[in-house]
């Protein structure tokens, strides 16, 4: 299908891009990789009156350690992400939950910051970000600020982002040391995941004295499993494991749709914790 039709800009920099989409406003879209969009441009899913290209901004791009942070340019495609050595120590279960996104051609495509700016709950790399407590820099007329994880996935497909903001990079407190897995449940592969989980596991002396768990597709935005990650704290075996991984669910609100039932992924959320953090926590 043919996209309606567009105006285009190719900005320079970052400053360039804002003042096109302060412009524009609400009437403007902008393109990273293209993964997310040019699907819905085809699909006239979406009308832009501009489509804002920043493929072309060298600053975007790129891996740096600040500290005890990993910052992460919002243009790193996924392939990159994958094959960064300093994500791959700093942030192994960005790399592995990576890995998994799409296809290989999507992939060497597809953006880190993208991805995020969707906010698609089924997409793999938001539950990511919040099981990894990574903050998310975006650049306006009035300047940057940083917005947590947590607060930035809004709803269904909406952000924190306001139309005339940039996400310019994705900043990640290292977790070397942390166990970590990546699990997802889908029909085909390359498929959407029918429900994923991110776990981050710190273990202590036997026990798991900190667990981070990450839901995809499991309500309207990514989601953290807070009763389960409670639950777990203390655990020192598999059995303790799969009780923790009971409580997965408790608070969401997944949804109902040709895929599953939310009973289905309820079932689906505490079986793939059981498996993910037993996996992070070398007990499987």
Same mark, same amino acid.
């Given at each position: 299908?043919?996209?309606?039709?567009?105006?285009?800009?190719?900005?320079?920099?970052?400053?360039?891009?804002? $003042?096109?989409?302060?412009?524009? =406003?609400?009437?403007? &879209?902008?393109?990273?990789?293209?993964?997310?969009?040019?699907?819905?441009?085809?699909?006239?899913?979406?009308?832009?009156?501009?489509?804002?290209?920043?493929?072309?901004?060298?600053?975007?791009?790129?891996?740096?350690?600040?500290?005890?942070? @990993?910052?992460? =340019?919002?243009?790193?495609? /996924? /392939?990159?992400?994958?094959?960064?050595?300093?994500?791959?120590?700093?942030?192994?279960?960005?790399?592995?939950?990576?890995?998994?996104? %799409?296809?290989?051609?999507?992939? /060497?495509?597809?953006?880190?910051?993208?991805?995020? +700016?969707?906010?698609?709950?089924?997409?793999?790399?938001? +539950?990511? %970000?919040?099981? @990894?407590?990574?903050?998310?820099?975006?650049?306006?007329?009035? $300047?940057?600020?940083?917005?947590?994880?947590?607060?930035?996935?809004?709803?269904?497909?909406?952000?924190?982002?306001?139309?005339?903001?940039?996400?310019?990079?994705?900043?990640?407190? &290292?977790?070397?040391?942390?166990?970590? /897995?990546?699990? &997802?449940?889908?029909?085909?592969?390359?498929?959407?995941?029918?429900? $994923?989980?991110?776990? @981050?596991?710190?273990?202590?002396?036997?026990?798991?004295?900190? +667990?981070?768990?990450?839901?995809?597709?499991?309500?309207?935005?990514?989601?953290?499993?807070?009763?389960?990650?409670?639950?777990?704290?203390?655990?020192?075996?598999?059995?303790?494991?799969?009780?923790?991984?009971?409580?997965?669910?408790?608070?969401?609100?997944?949804?109902?749709?040709?895929? %599953?039932?939310?009973?289905?992924?309820?079932?689906?959320?505490?079986? @793939?914790?059981?498996?993910?953090?037993?996996?992070?926590?070398?007990?499987?």
């Amino acid at each position: 299908m043919i996209p309606p039709a567009f105006d285009y800009v190719r900005p320079a920099t970052v400053d360039e891009a804002v $003042g096109a989409l302060a412009e524009a =406003g609400e009437e403007a &879209k902008v393109l990273a990789g293209g993964q997310s969009l040019l699907p819905l441009l085809r699909l006239r899913l979406a009308f832009p009156e501009l489509v804002v290209d920043v493929g072309r901004i060298p600053e975007l791009r790129g891996v740096r350690e600040d500290g005890d942070t @990993l910052a992460v =340019g919002a243009l790193t495609t /996924h /392939h990159d992400v994958v094959h960064d050595p300093l994500v791959r120590r700093y942030a192994g279960l960005l790399a592995v939950a990576t890995a998994t996104v %799409a296809d290989p051609a999507v992939r /060497h495509r597809g953006t880190l910051g993208g991805s995020l +700016a969707h906010a698609d709950p089924a997409g793999d790399l938001p +539950a990511v %970000a919040l099981a @990894l407590d990574a903050e998310l820099v975006v650049a306006g007329p009035g $300047g940057r600020r940083t917005i947590p994880a947590w607060e930035f996935f809004v709803d269904y497909l909406q952000s924190a982002l306001t139309p005339d903001e940039l996400l310019v990079e994705v900043r990640i407190p &290292k977790t070397d040391g942390w166990g970590f /897995h990546y699990e &997802k449940f889908h029909a085909v592969a390359q498929s959407w995941a029918i429900v $994923g989980v991110a776990a @981050l596991v710190r273990r202590d002396d036997g026990h798991i004295a900190e +667990a981070r768990i990450g839901l995809t597709n499991m309500g309207s935005t990514p989601l953290r499993a807070t009763a389960a990650e409670q639950a777990l704290s203390g655990a020192d075996g598999p059995q303790a494991v799969a009780r923790a991984a009971e409580s997965a669910a408790e608070g969401t609100r997944p949804s109902q749709d040709l895929s %599953a039932s939310p009973e289905y992924r309820e079932h689906l959320a505490r079986v @793939l914790t059981r498996r993910a953090v037993l996996t992070a926590g070398g007990m499987g």
